[in-house]
């Protein structure tokens, strides 16, 4: 059998096999409720055959969201459209997992895709939900003065880091009520975790700046925070930026230093992934990120997700085979081919048991096309 395509359990939850969908914002929500799109974007993954699908960044406070259109979980009232979504991938035997964040500083930004067309008129405004707030950050510092897109953020206060660690807690708690099987906490990419840790970011004297283990602690608080509310038998993950990748910034062995505490803290798996701050850039190609979770691996002790243009069947094999990662996550790759796992399974040998039962024609498509004329 394909290492690729067996089935893995993280604490109680067995995954039919090793390929996930990335999180990926579609900033197609208003006042953070997920509606029609949000439930056909994610459920053809569950037909798809992955084995774990991410629903993209979630605000766990209001003022969390990257922008305006960000789905959102800070209310009661943002379950039941969610658990919608997640009783339709569990229907079609793929887990489903949600992963939550806080923007930081890198909150209330123009929705990429309208940047040239804001809303300009109230009426417009009021139609796509636009909300516009002062962000919040470690320092009062911007993601890039350059950009005119970011702000500078309020620096937070005591009161402030305790309100965002509650936010995520609250959060993971209505996550479980909707049923997910699985969190994960976002501390990649330049959002507020991130920007804690990193120290191209985090200029404070406090407890939470300077050293290694002070720009570290807000991120193990809200572990701390999550795990306890989070069911025992549920795992839980963590994305990081494994390198801000830029000499000033966070290296890969602050992240081993970081996923050891994780790990100890109940945490079950990391989302390697880099990045994410003005400052740093990697030249992007095929797999580029995959060294990023084989080191965690082998420094922490814990299984990890690689991501970063993957998408080759034999490739994504060979990669679980030899144990630089655990499992093999696609975001655009998915965009593209919804079905991946499908027909990654068949080239690497498999049978049609993982189509859906109502579309297992194909296979006598397959025959008739492979078969001498």
């Known amino acids: 059998m394909s290492k690729l395509f067996s089935p893995i359990t993280l604490r109680g939850v067995t995954l039919r096999n090793r390929t996930v969908v990335s999180p990926m914002c579609q900033y197609s929500a208003q006042d953070g409720f997920a509606n029609e799109w949000h439930y056909v974007h994610l459920g053809r ?26 789905l959102g979980l800070w209310k009661d009232e943002h379950i039941a459209p969610l658990a919608r979504i997640v009783n339709f991938l569990h229907g079609q035997g793929a887990a489903a997992g949600i992963q939550l964040g806080h923007a930081g500083r890198k909150a209330s930004t123009p929705v990429w895709r309208d940047k040239a067309d804001q809303p300009a008129t109230e009426d417009q405004r009021r139609a796509v939900g636009f909300e516009h707030w002062v962000p919040v950050g470690p320092s009062a510092q911007s993601n890039d003065p350059a950009n005119a897109d970011y702000q500078v953020p309020k620096a937070l206060d005591r009161d402030g880091i305790r309100r965002a660690v509650d936010g995520f807690a609250a959060a993971a708690t209505r996550a479980n009520q909707a049923g997910f099987d699985t969190v994960e906490i976002h501390a990649a990419h ?29 991120v193990l608080e809200v572990t701390e925070a999550v795990r306890s509310v989070w069911p025992a038998e549920k795992p839980l993950i963590v994305r990081l930026s494994v390198s801000d990748n830029n000499a000033g910034g966070w290296q890969v062995d602050d992240s081993v230093a970081l996923a050891t505490e994780l790990k100890a803290r109940g945490v079950d798996a990391i989302d390697c992934s880099s990045g994410g701050f003005a400052q740093g850039r990697i030249r992007s190609a095929p797999a580029y990120q995959v060294p990023f979770a084989k080191a965690v691996k082998q420094g922490a002790g814990i299984p990890t997700i690689a991501v970063g243009l993957l998408g080759d069947a034999f490739e ?18 998915a965009l593209n081919d919804p079905n991946w796992p499908l027909h990654a399974n068949r080239e690497l040998g498999g049978d049609y048991a993982l189509w859906p039962v109502q579309t297992r024609q194909v296979a006598e498509r397959d025959r008739v096309l492979s078969s001498p004329q």
């Open 190 to 218: 330049g959002y507020l975790l991130n920007q804690f840790l990193s120290p191209l970011a985090n200029h404070r004297t406090d407890e939470y700046g300077g050293s290694r283990i002070n720009r570290m602690r807000l």
């Open 316 to 333: 994504a094999e060979a990669f679980i085979e030899n144990g630089d990662t655990d499992f093999i996550a696609l975001a655009r790759g």
């Open 45 to 70: 993954f569950g037909m798809g055959g992955f084995g774990l699908v991410l629903v993209e960044a979630t605000g766990v406070l209001p003022e969390g969201r990257i922008s305006y259109a960000d």
